[in-house]
């Protein structure tokens, strides 16, 4: 398993445009993809648990994956996270 904390650099956070754009990203991968945002943990690969952790802008989260895949997985959803623009 490998973490990583990642600051969400959008000021809107993760509302259903950006979740779902993580979500299809995460689900390219095998490996098993949390995060964790004050005490929810979220399953990166379903848009409603996403939305459910209530993301907001600047916010930071942790990153869990877990499996064959994982290094990659992380790296390319902390690229996502980080250079996430606005529309």
């Known amino acids: 398993m490998v973490s ?3 600051v969400v650099n959008s000021l809107i956070g993760l509302h259903l445009r ?4 993580l979500c299809r ?12 945002f004050k005490n929810y943990t979220a399953n ?3 848009v409603l648990s996403v939305l459910g952790a209530c993301v907001r802008g600047k916010d930071e989260i942790e990153l ?16 996502f996270l980080e250079h996430q623009i606005d529309t």
């Open 4 to 6: 990583q904390k990642v």
């Open 64 to 79: 869990f994956c877990e499996g064959a895949d994982e290094e990659e997985a992380l790296r390319s959803l902390v690229e």
């Open 25 to 36: 990203l995460a689900m390219q991968y095998q490996s098993k993809i949390t995060f964790q």
């Open 18 to 21: 950006p979740a779902g754009e």
């Open 44 to 46: 990166a690969k379903s």
